[in-house]
């Protein structure tokens, strides 16, 4: 049983008291801290929190508690994370970690110095479709990955330190973009050096100073290519979707719109809908179960069931240090308008070669291309002479 001092009682604090204490959880905030002393009251009071404050550094040495879980706004984080390390406690942060690679290996050092459990909050990593995607992915069945597309766009973010960058760190890119990194990751292996990164991004819709839409594509040393699209100009909800594809198969999944729960109303929902529906007449897409499908319920059980086998989480803070390095070099492709290196202080995977064209024979003279079955049951060879380099086709029996 875990005693947990909870930072934050925005949108993201709610959800994860409300995962923690769900299920008839033994986990339990113990002392929750806001900058506001409303809403540390409140906070406290809706879901039966003992202690509440507003001095972040008595929050975290609280002497009841052992797990710090930070939920506040970007800047504030490695403020968090040094506080939490010095008091020796264990230390989960949302995403991003740091509004940059410096900062994020910055709070990286602090906790591994001070020898704490840490694990990166990044929850849509743990969706239950992604986890069992990766294990499809694990077991081999799509062969060597190719290409890994992850999209999440919506109408933009619930608070306004989102829109601030000197508060945030960027726009859609570190707000959205880390998301769609991480999965990529996953799906590609961890443990396959991210090389470099290009990427779009514009203020297309809102005024503000940071990007509201962006692309980017992150090439990595086995050949795979990552793409991310964010966007905090989609109406019409939360669209979160990712794509794989492999030598040997495709992954498509659907995680938030259009994945069986409709309803039309004519009178309204008359509440809360969804995270990011834009309102509550015509045709809804509720989510059954709004913690489980976004992964927290499976994030902070990976985490503590970790934190008490004395082991790594799937999620560390290392790994929220390479996004936002990848991050980095996605902005500065913004700037240059070219592929820009990711650049690393610390890469602790394989340094493999890149990866070229897979050779398959077919036979001692000819690499196979393609195998097609035909309309009339025949089939068609594409197949590279090896000995020339030219390509030709045969029809042959089935």
Not at 40 to 57: K, S, V
Not at 75 to 93: P, R, S, T
Request: charged share 25%; proline share 3%; net charge negative.
């Amino acid at each position: 049983m875990h005693r947990i001092t909870m930072l934050g009682t925005g949108l993201i604090g709610m959800f994860y008291t409300m995962t923690l204490h769900g299920r008839r959880g033994q986990d339990r905030v113990a002392v929750v801290y806001s900058r506001t002393e409303e809403r540390a009251r409140q906070f406290a009071q809706e879901w039966g929190i003992p202690r509440w404050t507003t001095d972040m550094a008595a929050a975290i040495r609280d002497p009841e508690t052992d797990v710090v879980v930070i939920g506040l706004p970007n800047n504030l984080h490695e403020q968090a994370v040094l506080l939490a390390a010095e008091a020796g406690k264990a230390v989960l942060c949302t995403k991003p970690l740091g509004r940059n690679a410096a900062e994020a290996k910055r709070m990286l050092d602090a906790v591994e110095r001070a020898g704490v459990f840490h694990g990166y909050l990044e929850d849509l990593a743990y969706t239950p479709k992604t986890l069992k995607a990766l294990k499809s992915v694990q077991s081999g069945a799509l062969g060597k990955i190719l290409w890994a597309r992850s999209r999440e766009a919506h109408p933009g973010p619930h608070s306004d330190w989102f829109w601030d960058r000197e508060q945030s760190g960027g726009g859609a890119i570190v707000d959205l973009g880390c998301h769609c990194i991480a999965i990529a990751r996953n799906f590609i292996g961890k443990d396959v050096k991210p090389l470099e990164v290009m990427c779009w991004a514009d203020t297309q819709v809102h005024p503000i100073e940071a990007e509201d839409s962006a692309v980017g594509l992150v090439r990595y040393a086995s050949g795979a290519v990552g793409q991310f699209e964010v966007a905090w100009t989609f109406r019409g909800g939360m669209d979160l979707r990712d794509e794989v594809s492999g030598t040997e198969g495709t992954i498509w999944l659907n995680h938030w719109l259009r994945t069986g729960f409709e309803m039309f109303t004519a009178v309204g929902e008359r509440g809360y809908v969804a995270e990011k529906a834009e309102g509550d007449t015509g045709w809804l897409f509720p989510v059954g179960d709004e913690v489980g499908s976004l992964g927290y319920s499976d994030m902070f059980a990976d985490m503590f069931d970790s934190m008490d086998r004395g082991v790594a989480p799937m999620e560390t803070f290392y790994d929220g240090y390479v996004i936002n390095a990848i991050m980095d070099a996605a902005y500065r492709s913004v700037q240059s308008r070219q592929w820009e290196p990711v650049l690393l202080e610390d890469w602790r995977g394989a340094e493999e070669a890149e990866a070229g064209a897979r050779l398959v024979d077919y036979d001692q003279a000819h690499f196979l291309i393609k195998r097609e079955v035909m309309p009339d049951g025949k089939v068609k060879l594409i197949l590279k002479e090896k000995a020339s380099g030219r390509v030709v086709q045969q029809i042959v029996d089935a």
